[in-house]
DNA sequence: GTGTGTTTGTGACTTGGTTACAGACACCAG
DNA sequence: CTGGTGTCTGTAACCAAGTCACAAACACAC
C-alpha cells in the first residue's frame, strides 16, 4: 500500500492550488517526513472508533466518507477529491478524538501522509497550510449542515429528483442501483425502488438494472421547486 | 446593547482554562481592540444569511444554535455554554461565508466580541488561541456528526427518552412544553404530545401543562439500550 | 366569571422505513 | 444451451413519524 515516494514534494504539492505558494522549508520538512501513498479501490481507510494515525491529502482519485447505523442503513457524508482533505481526519487530529465515520477508497487514490507530529508543528509555522486547513474545516462544514437540514426537513421524493439531476451525465444515464442511491440519500433500498417506479410511471425516467435513464429532466427539476 | 468594558482583558479571560496562558501581546491587543456586551434573553445573535462580523466569546449565558425549515420546523443544533465559542461563527469567518443557522440567546449573555480583522490576525501569530479555536472546531463537529446519526438512523422514542433522562433536574422535572421538546429534536409538536402520552400511559412520567416529571428513569433508560 | 392566548389531545391521512418474499436478470460452468 | 448462483428489483403488509384540522383544557388578566 505504502511505495516508495513517485514524486517528489515539490511535484505533488503542484496539485494544490492552495497550497502552491507553501513556505520553502515548510515544503522541506514535507519533503522528508511525508509520505505518498497509493490505495486501491474500494479499500476502508478508516472506520467509526480508530485512531487518527496521519493527516491525508488527496491528489488523485475520491474517497467516500459515511456513516453506518447498527441496523445496517448508511448515509454518505461526504467526498473527498483531489487537492481536498478530510476534516473528519482533522478534526480527529486536532481534537485527539477517534474517528466518528467510515473512510472508502471509490476510485483508486494516491494520497500524501503526514504524521500527525509534523501535521501539528508545520500547522504552528505555516500560515499557508494553517489558511488551507481552516478553509477546507468551513466549506466542509457549511455542507454537513445542509445535510443535516436535508434528513431531517427534507422530503424524499424532492432530494431523489434533486440527486438523479445532479448526477445523471449528458444523455441522462446514471449507473448506481437502487441500493446505492439509498446510501447516497441516507434512505431505504424499497424506498427507493417505491419513488424511482412512481416517476417511472409519470414517464420522468427508466429503469433497468444497475442504471437508470432521466426521460423528463425538465419535469423532474420542476418537482424540485414545488 | 453595547456597553462599555465592565471589566479588563485580563479579568476575562480569566474565566476560559483554555486561554490561561494567551501570549502577553495577545492579550493586549485584545484588550485595545475587543468590545464586552451584554445582550438580553431571547435576542436573534445572527440568522441564516447574515454575514459574520465578529469572533464571539461567550463569557456567561447560553447562545442556542438552530435551523429553521421552510414549513417553520425548527432543530437546535448546538449550544454555546461559558467558556466556548460558535464554530458556526468561526466557519463562517474563516470561509467568508454568510451564516447558515440561526442564534438565539436563552439567557442573557455577555460575550467578547472580536471584530473579523483582528480575529484572522491573531489567529495567525497565537499559538494558543489557535489552539483553542482548533479543539472547539474538532469537538463541535463530532457533536454534528452525532446529531446527523441520530436524525438520519435513531429512533424519536429512544431520543426523546434520552432528552428526558438527560435534561430532568434532581426531581424528575423537565419545565419545557411539548413545541420546546419536539425543537430540541427536530421532530413536530403532535409526534412529541403522542409519544409523551404513550409514555404517560405506561406510568413513566406524568404531563402537566408547560413541564413533566420523569417517574420511573430506570425504565426509561432501559427503553434506550434496547 | 369571562374572555383571550397558550398548551395539549386526538383522529384521519400521508410519507418513509421495515420485514419478508418473489421474480427477473447477468453470468459462469458444464 | 442449460442449469445454478448471486445480485438487483418489485411488492405487499405493517409500523413509525410527520401533517392537517380542530377541539378541549388550562392560565391569567380584566
Same mark, same amino acid.
Given at each position: 500500500?505504502?511505495?516508495?515516494?513517485?514524486?517528489?514534494?515539490?511535484?505533488?504539492?503542484?496539485?494544490?492550488?492552495?497550497?502552491?505558494?507553501?513556505?520553502?522549508?515548510?515544503?522541506?520538512?514535507?519533503?522528508?517526513?511525508?509520505?505518498?501513498?497509493?490505495?486501491?479501490?474500494?479499500?476502508?481507510?478508516?472506520?467509526?472508533?480508530?485512531?487518527?494515525?496521519?493527516?491525508?491529502?488527496?491528489?488523485?482519485?475520491?474517497?467516500?466518507?459515511?456513516?453506518?447505523?447498527?441496523?445496517?442503513?448508511?448515509?454518505? $457524508?461526504?467526498?473527498? #477529491? *483531489?487537492?481536498? +482533505?478530510?476534516? %473528519? /481526519?482533522?478534526?480527529? =487530529?486536532?481534537?485527539?478524538?477517534?474517528?466518528?465515520?467510515?473512510?472508502?477508497?471509490?476510485?483508486?487514490?494516491?494520497?500524501?501522509?503526514?504524521?500527525?507530529?509534523?501535521?501539528?508543528?508545520?500547522?504552528?509555522?505555516?500560515?499557508?497550510?494553517?489558511?488551507?486547513?481552516?478553509?477546507?474545516?468551513?466549506?466542509?462544514?457549511?455542507?454537513?449542515?445542509?445535510?443535516?437540514?436535508?434528513?431531517?426537513?427534507?422530503?424524499?421524493?424532492?432530494?431523489?429528483?434533486?440527486?438523479? $439531476?445532479?448526477?445523471? #451525465? *449528458?444523455?441522462? +444515464?446514471?449507473? %448506481? /442501483?437502487?441500493?446505492? =442511491?439509498?446510501?447516497?440519500?441516507?434512505?431505504?433500498?424499497?424506498?427507493?425502488?417505491?419513488?424511482?417506479?412512481?416517476?417511472?410511471?409519470?414517464?420522468?425516467?427508466?429503469?433497468?438494472?444497475?442504471?437508470?435513464?432521466?426521460?423528463?429532466?425538465?419535469?423532474?427539476?420542476?418537482?424540485?421547486?414545488?
Amino acid at each position: 500500500m505504502t511505495s516508495p515516494l513517485p514524486t517528489t514534494a515539490q511535484n505533488w504539492l503542484s496539485l494544490f492550488p492552495a497550497l502552491e505558494c507553501l513556505e520553502n522549508d515548510t515544503m522541506a520538512r514535507l519533503a522528508e517526513t511525508s509520505q505518498v501513498v497509493d490505495i486501491p479501490a474500494g479499500q476502508t481507510i478508516f472506520r467509526a472508533g480508530d485512531a487518527c494515525q496521519s493527516f491525508l491529502l488527496v491528489l488523485g482519485g475520491v474517497v467516500r466518507v459515511q456513516m453506518t447505523s447498527e441496523n445496517g442503513r448508511e448515509i454518505i $457524508l461526504y467526498r473527498v #477529491d *483531489a487537492g481536498e +482533505t478530510c476534516i %473528519l /481526519t482533522t478534526a480527529c =487530529l486536532l481534537g485527539h478524538d477517534p474517528y466518528g465515520a467510515q473512510g472508502i477508497t471509490e476510485t483508486q487514490v494516491r494520497a500524501v501522509a503526514i504524521p500527525a507530529a509534523v501535521f501539528h508543528q508545520l500547522l504552528a509555522t505555516s500560515q499557508v497550510l494553517r489558511d488551507f486547513v481552516f478553509k477546507s474545516y468551513a466549506t466542509r462544514l457549511a455542507n454537513l449542515m445542509v445535510l443535516i437540514e436535508e434528513v431531517a426537513f427534507g422530503r424524499l421524493d424532492i432530494r431523489l429528483a434533486r440527486f438523479l $439531476l445532479d448526477k445523471a #451525465d *449528458a444523455d441522462g +444515464t446514471l449507473p %448506481l /442501483t437502487h441500493q446505492q =442511491l439509498a446510501v447516497e440519500l441516507g434512505s431505504a433500498r424499497e424506498v427507493i425502488s417505491r419513488q424511482l417506479k412512481e416517476y417511472e410511471r409519470r414517464g420522468l425516467v427508466r429503469l433497468h438494472r444497475g442504471h437508470l435513464t432521466v426521460l423528463e429532466s425538465a419535469q423532474l427539476s420542476r418537482l424540485c421547486e414545488a
